[in-house]
């Protein structure tokens, strides 16, 4: 199963190189059928539990292994259902946004890297996967033209050098400990100075990559440059690659006193990112910019738990991480999708554009604010089940006030630039006139993803359970 | 760990300065082609690390002499991976000189001096 | 009457007004028709699962009725003898609110999506009378909070804008702060059902500070909606919204629902006798009288005839807070039936308002003189609401300022019937003179901004019938207050069942 | 009595079970009727007679609610009812000076009904939730309640000192309104009283002296304060002031005899309700009167009702009165001789205030226009003649039904001199060209001026009101901006490196 995941994309991109004009359908069927894949694997794994496979028949230790844990078959289905919903979006409006026929088989190759990084537990192929994404991230953005290219080609430059970062860290554990495989390392693991390095290189790469505060500063722009589709994509996804591996760092690896001096760091820059995003958020006129802030914003979060997770070792935070990416991930699609579609018809890269659009475009705007409020971490959203475990965990442990009161806060700044947004939709006394009849199905589409993030609310406690337990 | 011969420390000592020198050069910049050419020496540094390491990796089990082939695979496969990832910069750097050179800034381009971002 | 349909009554009676208002969005405005029986129909099948569950817990039956949801919180629905009170309530102001609204936006823009979210309000705020727990009390809280906003801004000018900024920065961070008090209490004694006596009395020991942490936490954020002292800032400026709107908000939705939570909270979460062990009630009580003064002096000065409305809301309510900190039944008794009546009162108010604006252009008080001759029905409406207010019988009013008053002596605050007489003065300072406009004094000049509206009466029969039917019904349930349909009965069946626990 | 609490507002009830409320019924009821016979008549030609009506209506109902109420809620019901809407009746005439009668009427009995309101829930609440008014009898009152209750209920009584709104409003409202204000509607606070606060209470025997004297005051007052008025029905409405201060001191003898005098107490209202009504309705037709003997009669025989002329019920109560003062048990610093003589010098201010009315009366005839027709005249007065004839038939009816004592001859000498020695008085001054300074006649009352007063208190056009500082951030926001977006890439691998060097020196 999890061998098809990873060839059907291969072979999807190789198909769409070879026959150009079929490359949407191509896409949409490989995105499909590795969908479909990726439920029986969560079935699977729910029912006989974690599932490996050596590739090739080496053996362990040789051989490129992956596995399938719950948490990982939860994330293909998510990549494969996005990367689904995306296509669509992207086949209905390819024509107007002129998006290049390079989106199909990028897409699928990210689709590829992210299946591979969700499934590898070596810490050199989760270097591969890395790479891989972060080029493929790369062109995806500057697909968009001319306009898109600078800030790529920054976020190529920065994700390059996190990668080396990462390469070097790599390099130096297995000089120290000659294994890569991830499992076996923290067996063998000893937290001496070399392998503390090694792992702050690797962390600062990864934090890099995954625009993680401070280092976050290539993401808004380059977000907000590429198509609606990618920046769906980039936000949903593709950060969320290196935040993965983070974990499995920090969380398999580290040793206790590395962990003890961490953890305070990684939640102090969650923090800082959910106030100065949302701040940031809240205060730039562009509205792609805005929900790109709201990623570095909503990645604090993941910060944020993960940090308190390293801290008290609670299994809630465990799960308050993972459904803050789960949630997010779909939320923040809905929201690009949402945005990219109004300021396409509405004509305007300015927040202002959306003056009016509950009236010119009711359904995208009705899709914002849903997904926004699960941004936001209003009940019975994704988001709120999220910080509902955060807050509990924050509770039980006691004596935490601080942290509770910094949550608000950032909730707080999350509603105002989400509601910042709606209120202007609500705008009659001047609204912006749309350029051409609005379209219904980019609409409804961006509206999925953001329906599914609120009933997420509904099979909360399987989510909860299954999150709570695998905390990888 | 065991006694590191001089050899060795002298190699690290190499990758080490190069690795610093790429990362002097990729922050100070400001030319991007200056920064992927520095990127490209962080990488040089990274891999004749690995490439030291792969005789010392193993050296608590077998002898000095026995390179570890794994690593050998993993410099190669990051040799093609860092060729690729310059190859695109390089590219993506040229189309932005042709659209800078569409918005009819010759004087600029020749010099090279492209402010940041 | 079966137990499926016992299970399954309190979300039919959410449905009943949720669906047909997803059906009204997606309709077109040229649809009237549609509309106009969708919503009617939708508002019929409401009152009419109301009028059944009402029979069955009148009868002593529960209605139970959960979806899984966190760990230890499931959604819950659940029909109470408290909880009908205020489904009935909004039922039946809905019943007229929607008459009124058909009325006040014939020929304006985006009607469909108003009634939409309408009736999302209104499921909402029924959702919130039927929850059954904290965590669901805290969904259709938010809930309602989201449901409202497009109201609030439907007007869609920049006042208006203001004024749903307003009321956002307000309710939200309130939604916020609920959730960490939710998640605080959830945390140290999870999310049973609210029962009678609260549930929180075996926790108290040990737990002193957390608790009155997390009972501050969670008035602090009802206090939002039911505009206590330092909180109350939205309310006055949200009334820039349509007049069926500031109608629903004041006398149903958001300020009641936050006083229905304190309930909740008081009564079911924490119970009698924890907030006596925590001592928690003198404080609820000092702010709540505070509220009380302050609203009523505050409505004094205003000269916008819907603003005053809005001070006299918040000074109002709190009566409501305020019976339900005095921690005696006779109090209960007379916070909840004032629960009821003060939304039938204020609404009335509000119609009345609406109906002046719309027909005559009247926006201030100084624009009222002489009124009375030109619509001597809505005038004769306002002139009953007001009388209410102030609490002269034998409108509903004085027959809950009556219980409160006797609750305060009950449990030996008689500062509070000081308290009581003050804002009794107050409400009139205010009320007569705009009552004495009315009727006494000269018409003076043109009316601002007059249509006609009727040929036959003297302004639209839509706008003119429910504020005939809520001025009736506050005389009737001041008049009536003993028969066993009027809310006082109700409220002393409520509070019975609540202190019978022990 | 119907017992109605199953079906409007807990405990409410309605019935004449006393032996108070019956005959007060009754004599509302007859006075009512009589005066809106007579205001059926008046208003004829009234542009806003459906007004005056609708009022007269509401107060009627009420009035009479609250004398057959049993329980606290419709007595309050009625008396609310009663109060408002006499202001409509107050304003009738809706000049200026109405409305500022008004205004003041309302402040007060707005005040008035908030204190009642609050004394009676400390009563309900004393009595353990019984409204029943009988069942509080038995429950000892507190000096709160006590105090509520006779400042709410005084308020509309109008005794020294809560009488200021009483020669406002009365001259203003038109006559037979005016007749129903005087003569039965500020009874209700006097009912009220004997409803509420029980007479034989320890602490109402305590404080009943502090009545007596207070109603003592008021008896002189009113009198002095209308004899500086030249308006006729400013000194009868200043009578009234006078005439409840009586009533008040009945109503403190009723605890310092032991309910004894009740009976006086009954005989009193409905004498004084009778000749006032009388009095302001011959004020309002005063003008006809001019030149016809028999109407200048019928003004006589109420005035010397008033004035307590033997065979008048007047005489019959002050003897009365004067005979329960001397039975009751007083407090050893209030001397029975002082407060007899006191009583008799107030029988010759009675005398000499009525006969000062009758003065100013004359005056104004030669003002007054009348329009209406002959009938409508001729009815009218048929009506007055009709009260009048009530009032003289009053005495048998106090003889009958409440064994009122009949004056001896000595006594009715006493109740003579006082008469014969104000005309006397009256006609000295008369004489000797006795006059105050101008300025001291008819000043305005400063009721009016905190009327005012409190009006703009409590119709403020702005109030003080905090606002959050607004703070601009903006600069500084921009400051940041620019020093932190560029360039990009150095800073972020800068701050990577600077994070590196932290983190490991934090002891990873």
Same mark, same amino acid.
């Given at each position: 199963?999890?061998?098809?995941?990873?060839?059907?994309?291969? +072979?999807?991109?190789?198909?769409?190189?070879?026959?150009?004009?079929?490359?949407?359908?191509?896409?949409?069927?490989?995105?499909?059928?590795?969908?479909?894949?990726?439920?029986?694997?969560?079935?699977?794994?729910?029912?006989?539990?974690?599932?490996?496979?050596?590739?090739?028949?080496?053996?362990?230790? +040789?051989?490129?292994?992956?596995?399938?844990?719950?948490?990982?078959?939860?994330?293909?289905?998510?990549?494969?259902?996005?990367?689904? +919903?995306?296509?669509?979006?992207?086949?209905? &409006?390819?024509?107007?946004?002129?998006?290049?026929?390079?989106?199909?088989?990028?897409?699928?190759?990210?689709?590829?890297?992210? &299946?591979?990084?969700?499934?590898?537990?070596?810490?050199?192929?989760?270097?591969?996967?890395?790479?891989?994404?972060?080029?493929?991230?790369?062109? +995806?953005?500057?697909?968009?033209?001319?306009?898109?290219?600078?800030?790529?080609?920054?976020?190529?430059?920065?994700?390059?050098?996190?990668?080396?970062?990462?390469?070097?860290?790599?390099?130096?554990?297995?000089?120290?400990?000659?294994?890569?495989?991830?499992?076996?390392?923290?067996?063998?693991?000893?937290?001496?100075?070399?392998?503390?390095?090694?792992?702050?290189?690797?962390?600062?790469?990864?934090?890099?990559?995954?625009?993680?505060?401070?280092?976050?500063?290539?993401?808004?722009?380059?977000?907000?440059?590429?198509?609606?589709?990618?920046?769906?994509?980039?936000?949903?996804?593709?950060?969320?690659?290196?935040?993965?591996?983070?974990?499995?760092?920090?969380?398999?690896?580290?040793?206790?006193?590395?962990?003890?001096?961490?953890?305070?760091?990684?939640?102090?820059?969650?923090?800082?990112?959910?106030?100065?995003?949302?701040?940031?958020?809240?205060?730039?006129?562009?509205?792609?910019?805005?929900?790109?802030?709201?990623?570095?914003?909503?990645?604090?979060?993941?910060?944020?738990?993960?940090?308190?997770?390293?801290?008290?070792?609670?299994?809630?935070?465990?799960?308050?991480?993972?459904?803050?990416?789960?949630?997010?991930?779909?939320?923040?699609?809905?929201?690009?999708?949402?945005?990219?579609?109004? &300021?396409?018809?509405?004509?305007?890269?300015?927040?202002?554009?959306?003056?009016?659009?509950?009236?010119?475009?009711?359904?995208?705007?009705?899709?914002?604010?849903?997904?926004?409020?699960?941004?936001?971490?209003?009940?019975?959203?994704?988001?709120?089940?999220?910080?509902?475990?955060?807050?509990?965990?924050?509770?039980?442990?006691?004596?935490?006030?601080?942290?509770?009161?910094?949550?608000?806060?950032?909730?707080?700044?999350?509603?105002?630039?989400?509601?910042?947004?709606?209120?202007?939709?609500?705008?009659?006394?001047?609204?912006?006139?749309?350029?051409?009849?609005?379209?219904?199905?980019?609409?409804?589409?961006?509206?999925?993803?953001?329906?599914?993030?609120?009933?997420?609310?509904?099979?909360?406690?399987?989510?909860?359970?299954?999150?709570?337990?695998?905390?990888? | 760990?065991?006694?590191?011969?001089?050899?060795?420390?002298?190699?690290?000592?190499?990758?080490?300065?190069?690795?610093?020198?790429?990362?002097?050069?990729?922050?100070?910049?400001?030319?991007?082609?200056?920064?992927?050419?520095?990127?490209?020496?962080?990488?040089?540094?990274?891999?004749?690390?690995?490439?030291?390491?792969?005789?010392?990796?193993?050296?608590?089990?077998?002898?000095?002499?026995?390179?570890?082939?794994?690593?050998?695979?993993?410099?190669?496969?990051?040799?093609?991976?860092?060729?690729?990832?310059?190859?695109?910069?390089?590219?993506?750097?040229?189309?932005?000189?042709?659209?800078?050179?569409?918005?009819?800034?010759?004087?600029?381009?020749?010099?090279?001096?492209?402010?940041?971002? | 009457?079966?137990?499926?349909?016992?299970?399954?009554?309190?979300?039919?009676?959410?449905?009943?007004?949720?669906?047909?208002?997803?059906?009204?969005?997606?309709?077109?405005?040229?649809?009237?028709?549609?509309?106009?029986?969708?919503?009617?129909?939708?508002?019929?099948?409401?009152?009419?699962?109301?009028?059944?569950?009402?029979?069955?817990?009148?009868?002593?039956?529960?209605?139970?009725?959960?979806?899984?949801?966190?760990?230890?919180?499931?959604?819950?629905?659940?029909?109470?003898?408290?909880?009908?009170?205020?489904?009935?309530?909004?039922?039946?102001?809905?019943?007229?609110?929607?008459?009124?609204?058909?009325?006040?936006?014939?020929?304006?823009?985006?009607?469909?999506?108003?009634?939409?979210?309408?009736?999302?309000?209104?499921?909402?705020?029924?959702?919130?009378?039927?929850?059954?727990?904290?965590?669901?009390?805290?969904?259709?809280?938010?809930?309602?909070?989201?449901?409202?906003?497009?109201?609030?801004?439907?007007?869609?000018?920049?006042?208006?804008?203001?004024?749903?900024?307003?009321?956002?920065?307000?309710?939200?961070?309130?939604?916020?702060?609920?959730?960490?008090?939710?998640?605080?209490?959830?945390?140290?004694?999870?999310?049973?059902?609210?029962?009678?006596?609260?549930?929180?009395?075996?926790?108290?020991?040990?737990?002193?500070?957390?608790?009155?942490?997390?009972?501050?936490?969670?008035?602090?954020?009802?206090?939002?909606?039911?505009?206590?002292?330092?909180?109350?800032?939205?309310?006055?400026?949200?009334?820039?919204?349509?007049?069926?709107?500031?109608?629903?908000?004041?006398?149903?939705?958001?300020?009641?629902?936050?006083?229905?939570?304190?309930?909740?909270?008081?009564?079911?979460?924490?119970?009698?006798?924890?907030?006596?062990?925590?001592?928690?009630?003198?404080?609820?009580?000092? %702010?709540?009288?505070?509220?009380?003064?302050?609203?009523?002096?505050?409505?004094?000065?205003?000269?916008?005839?819907?603003?005053?409305?809005?001070?006299?809301?918040?000074?109002?309510?709190?009566?409501?807070?305020?019976?339900?900190?005095?921690?005696?039944?006779?109090?209960?008794?007379?916070?909840?039936?004032?629960?009821?009546?003060?939304?039938?009162?204020?609404?009335?108010?509000?119609?009345?308002?609406?109906?002046?604006?719309?027909? %005559?252009?009247?926006?201030?008080?100084?624009?009222?003189?002489?009124?009375?001759?030109?619509?001597?029905?809505?005038?004769?409406?306002?002139?009953?609401?007001?009388?209410?207010?102030?609490?002269?019988?034998?409108?509903?009013?004085?027959?809950?300022?009556?219980?409160?008053?006797?609750?305060?002596?009950?449990?030996?605050?008689?500062?509070?019937?000081?308290?009581?007489?003050?804002?009794?003065?107050?409400?009139?300072?205010?009320?007569?003179?705009?009552?004495?406009?009315?009727?006494?004094?000269?018409?003076?000049?043109?009316?601002?901004?007059?249509?006609?509206?009727?040929?036959?009466?003297?302004?639209?029969?839509?706008?003119?019938?429910?504020?005939?039917?809520?001025?009736?019904?506050? %005389?009737?349930?001041?008049?009536?207050?003993?028969?066993?349909?009027?809310?006082?009965?109700?409220?002393?069946?409520?509070?019975?069942?609540?202190?019978?626990?022990? | 009595?119907?017992?109605?609490?199953?079906?409007?507002?807990?405990?409410?009830?309605?019935?004449?079970?006393?032996?108070?409320?019956?005959?007060?019924?009754?004599?509302?009821?007859?006075?009512?009727?009589?005066?809106?016979?007579?205001?059926?008549?008046?208003?004829?030609?009234?542009?806003?007679?459906?007004?005056?009506?609708?009022?007269?209506?509401?107060?009627?109902?009420?009035?009479?609610?609250?004398?057959?109420?049993?329980?606290?809620?419709?007595?309050?019901?009625?008396?609310?009812?009663?109060?408002?809407?006499?202001?409509?009746?107050?304003?009738?005439?809706?000049?200026?000076?109405?409305?500022?009668?008004? @205004?003041?009427?309302?402040?007060?009995?707005?005040?008035?009904?908030?204190?009642?309101?609050?004394?009676?829930?400390? @009563?309900?609440?004393?009595?353990?939730?019984?409204?029943?008014?009988?069942?509080?009898?038995?429950?000892?009152?507190?000096?709160?309640?006590?105090?509520?209750?006779?400042?709410?209920?005084?308020?509309?009584?109008?005794?020294?000192?809560?009488?200021?709104?009483?020669?406002?409003?009365?001259?203003?409202?038109?006559?037979?309104?005016?007749?129903?204000?005087?003569?039965?509607?500020?009874?209700?606070?006097?009912?009220?009283?004997?409803?509420?606060?029980?007479?034989?209470?320890?602490?109402?025997?305590?404080?009943?002296?502090?009545?007596?004297?207070?109603?003592?005051?008021?008896?002189?007052?009113?009198?002095?304060?209308?004899?500086?008025?030249?308006?006729?029905?400013?000194?009868?409405?200043?009578?009234?002031?006078?005439?409840?201060?009586?009533?008040?001191?009945?109503?403190?003898?009723?605890?310092?005899?032991?309910?004894?005098?009740?009976?006086?107490?009954?005989?009193?209202?409905?004498?004084?309700?009778?000749?006032?009504?009388?009095?302001?309705?011959?004020?309002?037709?005063?003008?006809?009167?001019?030149?016809?003997?028999?109407?200048?009669?019928?003004?006589?025989?109420?005035?010397?009702?008033?004035?307590?002329?033997?065979?008048?019920?007047?005489?019959?109560?002050?003897?009365?009165?004067?005979?329960?003062?001397?039975?009751?048990?007083?407090?050893?610093?209030?001397?029975?001789?002082?407060?007899?003589?006191?009583?008799?010098?107030?029988?010759?201010?009675?005398?000499?205030?009525?006969?000062?009315?009758?003065?100013?009366?004359?005056?104004?005839?030669?003002?007054?226009?009348?329009?209406?027709?002959?009938?409508?005249?001729?009815? @009218?007065?048929?009506?007055?003649?009709?009260?009048?004839?009530?009032?003289?038939?009053?005495?048998?009816?106090?003889?009958?039904?409440?064994?009122?004592?009949?004056?001896?001859?000595?006594?009715?000498?006493?109740?003579?001199?006082?008469?014969?020695?104000?005309?006397?008085?009256?006609?000295?001054?008369?004489?000797?060209?006795?006059?105050?300074?101008?300025?001291?006649?008819?000043?305005?009352?400063?009721?009016?001026?905190?009327?005012?007063?409190?009006?703009?208190?409590?119709?403020?056009?702005?109030?003080?009101?905090?606002?959050?500082?607004?703070?601009?951030?903006?600069?500084?926001?921009?400051?940041?901006?620019?020093?932190?977006?560029?360039?990009?890439?150095?800073?972020?691998?800068?701050?990577?490196?600077?994070?590196?060097?932290?983190?490991?020196?934090?002891?990873?």
């Amino acid at each position: 199963m999890m061998v098809v995941l990873l060839v059907l994309p291969l +072979l999807g991109t190789l198909f769409m190189l070879l026959w150009p004009k079929i490359a949407p359908l191509l896409a949409l069927l490989t995105a499909s059928v590795c969908s479909l894949a990726a439920l029986q694997l969560l079935f699977l794994v729910s029912e006989q539990g974690n599932q490996q496979v050596l590739l090739a028949g080496w053996p362990s230790g +040789l051989a490129i292994s992956l596995e399938a844990n719950s948490l990982s078959s939860l994330l293909i289905l998510l990549t494969a259902l996005l990367q689904l +919903l995306v296509g669509l979006y992207a086949f209905a &409006t390819h024509r107007r946004d002129k998006l290049g026929a390079g989106f199909w088989p990028l897409s699928c190759m990210l689709q590829l890297g992210l &299946t591979a990084l969700w499934l590898s537990r070596d810490l050199f192929n989760l270097y591969v996967c890395l790479e891989l994404l972060g080029i493929v991230a790369v062109a +995806l953005v500057s697909l968009s033209g001319d306009k898109a290219i600078k800030p790529a080609l920054n976020y190529l430059l920065l994700s390059l050098f996190g990668s080396l970062c990462y390469l070097l860290g790599v390099a130096i554990l297995y000089g120290a400990y000659g294994v890569l495989d991830i499992t076996v390392l923290a067996a063998r693991w000893q937290a001496d100075l070399p392998s503390s390095i090694a792992l702050l290189l690797m962390t600062l790469g990864l934090m890099l990559k995954a625009a993680l505060w401070p280092l976050h500063g290539w993401l808004p722009a380059a977000h907000a440059a590429a198509p609606a589709p990618v920046s769906a994509l980039l936000s949903a996804l593709v950060v969320k690659g290196p935040l993965f591996i983070l974990c499995l760092l920090w969380l398999q690896l580290a040793g206790a006193t590395q962990v003890a001096a961490v953890a305070p760091w990684f939640a102090g820059c969650g923090l800082a990112a959910l106030l100065l995003g949302g701040v940031s958020a809240l205060r730039t006129p562009f509205a792609k910019n805005m929900v790109a802030y709201s990623t570095v914003a909503q990645l604090g979060y993941a910060m944020l738990a993960l940090g308190l997770l390293l801290r008290f070792n609670q299994p809630l935070f465990a799960a308050a991480l993972w459904l803050f990416v789960l949630a997010h991930a779909l939320a923040k699609a809905a929201c690009f999708l949402a945005i990219g579609e109004i &300021t396409a018809t509405l004509g305007g890269k300015r927040i202002n554009t959306l003056k009016g659009a509950s009236q010119t475009m009711p359904l995208a705007m009705f899709a914002f604010a849903v997904a926004g409020g699960s941004l936001i971490g209003l009940p019975p959203s994704g988001g709120f089940l999220a910080k509902w475990a955060l807050l509990q965990g924050l509770w039980l442990q006691g004596g935490q006030l601080f942290w509770l009161l910094a949550i608000v806060l950032a909730t707080l700044l999350s509603a105002a630039y989400v509601f910042r947004a709606v209120v202007l939709a609500f705008d009659r006394a001047d609204p912006v006139a749309p350029d051409f009849a609005p379209r219904i199905l980019p609409q409804w589409l961006a509206l999925l993803p953001a329906l599914a993030v609120w009933a997420m609310a509904l099979y909360s406690e399987p989510l909860l359970q299954l999150l709570k337990q695998e905390g990888l | 760990m065991t006694d590191l011969s001089s050899q060795l420390l002298l190699y690290i000592g190499t990758a080490a300065g190069l690795f610093g020198i790429g990362l002097y050069g990729f922050i100070v910049g400001p030319q991007t082609l200056r920064r992927i050419l520095a990127l490209n020496i962080i990488g040089a540094g990274i891999f004749m690390l690995m490439v030291v390491l792969a005789y010392r990796g193993l050296a608590e089990e077998a002898a000095l002499t026995l390179t570890d082939p794994v690593l050998h695979a993993l410099i190669l496969t990051g040799l093609v991976v860092a060729v690729s990832a310059t190859a695109f910069a390089l590219a993506l750097l040229t189309r932005l000189n042709q659209a800078k050179s569409a918005q009819c800034k010759p004087d600029q381009l020749r010099h090279g001096q492209e402010p940041e971002q | 009457m079966s137990p499926f349909w016992q299970q399954y009554l309190p979300l039919s009676i959410i449905l009943s007004s949720l669906l047909p208002g997803l059906i009204i969005f997606t309709l077109k405005e040229t649809q009237v028709k549609l509309r106009i029986s969708l919503n009617l129909f939708g508002v019929g099948v409401k009152l009419l699962l109301v009028l059944l569950m009402w029979q069955a817990v009148k009868a002593g039956q529960q209605f139970y009725f959960s979806l899984p949801f966190l760990p230890g919180a499931d959604l819950v629905l659940q029909g109470d003898a408290l909880s009908l009170l205020f489904v009935v309530l909004s039922s039946v102001l809905w019943l007229a609110t929607t008459i009124y609204a058909i009325g006040y936006l014939e020929q304006s823009p985006l009607r469909s999506r108003f009634f939409g979210y309408f009736s999302l309000c209104v499921s909402a705020t029924v959702g919130l009378a039927l929850a059954g727990n904290l965590v669901t009390f805290l969904l259709f809280y938010e809930l309602l909070t989201l449901a409202t906003f497009p109201l609030v801004v439907h007007r869609g000018t920049p006042e208006s804008l203001a004024a749903g900024r307003r009321y956002l920065a307000y309710t939200l961070s309130g939604g916020v702060i609920l959730m960490l008090g939710v998640a605080l209490l959830h945390s140290l004694v999870q999310s049973p059902l609210f029962t009678p006596g609260g549930y929180v009395a075996a926790a108290v020991s040990g737990n002193e500070g957390l608790l009155m942490l997390a009972f501050a936490l969670m008035i602090m954020v009802l206090g939002v909606k039911a505009a206590l002292l330092p909180l109350h800032g939205w309310l006055p400026q949200a009334m820039v919204a349509p007049a069926p709107v500031s109608a629903l908000l004041h006398a149903v939705a958001v300020v009641k629902a936050g006083a229905f939570g304190i309930i909740r909270l008081v009564y079911d979460v924490f119970g009698v006798e924890s907030m006596q062990a925590l001592q928690l009630a003198q404080p609820l009580m000092l %702010l709540a009288a505070a509220t009380i003064l302050y609203g009523s002096w505050r409505a004094l000065a205003q000269q916008d005839i819907k603003r005053r409305l809005a001070y006299s809301t918040i000074s109002q309510v709190s009566y409501i807070t305020l019976g339900v900190a005095m921690l005696g039944p006779l109090a209960a008794v007379g916070g909840l039936v004032h629960l009821v009546h003060q939304g039938v009162m204020k609404i009335t108010l509000f119609f009345c308002a609406g109906n002046f604006a719309e027909t %005559l252009g009247i926006h201030k008080i100084r624009e009222l003189n002489g009124v009375g001759r030109r619509m001597p029905v809505t005038a004769m409406a306002f002139t009953l609401g007001a009388l209410g207010m102030i609490g002269i019988p034998p409108t509903a009013g004085f027959i809950s300022k009556w219980y409160l008053g006797l609750g305060a002596a009950e449990v030996g605050q008689n500062w509070l019937i000081l308290v009581f007489a003050l804002s009794g003065l107050l409400n009139a300072a205010y009320f007569l003179p705009v009552v004495y406009r009315m009727w006494f004094l000269p018409q003076s000049g043109r009316w601002p901004a007059e249509q006609r509206l009727s040929n036959r009466f003297e302004t639209h029969w839509m706008l003119l019938l429910p504020a005939i039917f809520t001025a009736i019904l506050l %005389l009737l349930m001041g008049l009536f207050a003993s028969t066993e349909l009027s809310p006082l009965s109700w409220s002393q069946l409520i509070v019975e069942r609540e202190f019978r626990h022990d | 009595m119907i017992d109605l609490s199953n079906w409007l507002w807990p405990g409410a009830g309605l019935g004449l079970t006393d032996a108070f409320t019956r005959p007060w019924w009754c004599f509302s009821l007859v006075l009512w009727l009589l005066v809106g016979a007579f205001s059926l008549l008046s208003q004829r030609h009234d542009a806003r007679a459906g007004r005056y009506w609708l009022f007269f209506a509401l107060c009627f109902a009420g009035n009479m609610l609250l004398i057959a109420a049993l329980d606290a809620v419709s007595f309050y019901l009625g008396f609310s009812l009663m109060s408002l809407a006499a202001y409509g009746l107050v304003i009738h005439n809706n000049t200026a000076k109405a409305r500022r009668a008004g @205004r003041l009427y309302l402040q007060l009995a707005v005040l008035g009904e908030i204190l009642l309101f609050s004394g009676l829930l400390l @009563r309900a609440s004393a009595a353990g939730g019984q409204y029943d008014w009988h069942s509080w009898q038995a429950v000892p009152l507190e000096p709160l309640s006590l105090s509520l209750l006779l400042l709410g209920l005084g308020l509309k009584a109008g005794f020294w000192p809560l009488h200021w709104w009483l020669p406002q409003a009365h001259p203003v409202a038109p006559a037979p309104a005016s007749a129903l204000l005087s003569g039965v509607m500020i009874k209700a606070g006097l009912l009220g009283m004997l409803m509420f606060i029980p007479a034989t209470d320890t602490l109402m025997q305590q404080w009943a002296p502090l009545l007596l004297i207070t109603g003592l005051i008021s008896a002189f007052y009113g009198v002095l304060a209308g004899l500086l008025h030249t308006q006729p029905k400013v000194i009868l409405a200043y009578s009234s002031v006078s005439q409840m201060g009586y009533l008040l001191m009945l109503f403190a003898l009723l605890s310092l005899t032991g309910v004894a005098a009740l009976p006086v107490l009954l005989a009193y209202v409905v004498h004084h309700g009778m000749a006032k009504a009388s009095l302001f309705l011959y004020a309002g037709m005063a003008g006809e009167a001019a030149g016809r003997i028999w109407r200048q009669a019928l003004f006589w025989l109420a005035a010397l009702a008033m004035m307590a002329l033997p065979l008048s019920s007047g005489a019959l109560v002050k003897t009365a009165l004067k005979a329960k003062l001397t039975a009751a048990s007083l407090p050893g610093w209030l001397s029975i001789d002082v407060l007899s003589s006191l009583l008799t010098s107030g029988a010759v201010l009675t005398a000499l205030l009525l006969l000062h009315l009758a003065a100013q009366l004359r005056a104004v005839k030669a003002s007054a226009v009348t329009k209406a027709s002959a009938n409508n005249t001729a009815g @009218r007065w048929a009506l007055f003649t009709l009260l009048v004839g009530t009032l003289w038939a009053l005495p048998w009816f106090m003889l009958q039904y409440w064994q009122l004592p009949l004056p001896t001859l000595s006594q009715s000498g006493a109740l003579i001199a006082p008469v014969l020695f104000a005309v006397l008085l009256r006609w000295l001054w008369y004489k000797l060209g006795w006059q105050l300074p101008q300025h001291y006649y008819n000043r305005n009352a400063p009721a009016l001026y905190y009327s005012l007063k409190l009006k703009r208190l409590y119709q403020p056009v702005s109030q003080p009101q905090w606002h959050w500082p607004t703070i601009t951030l903006r600069p500084l926001e921009r400051r940041l901006n620019r020093a932190l977006n560029r360039p990009l890439v150095s800073t972020t691998a800068l701050l990577c490196c600077l994070l590196f060097v932290m983190i490991l020196l934090s002891g990873v």
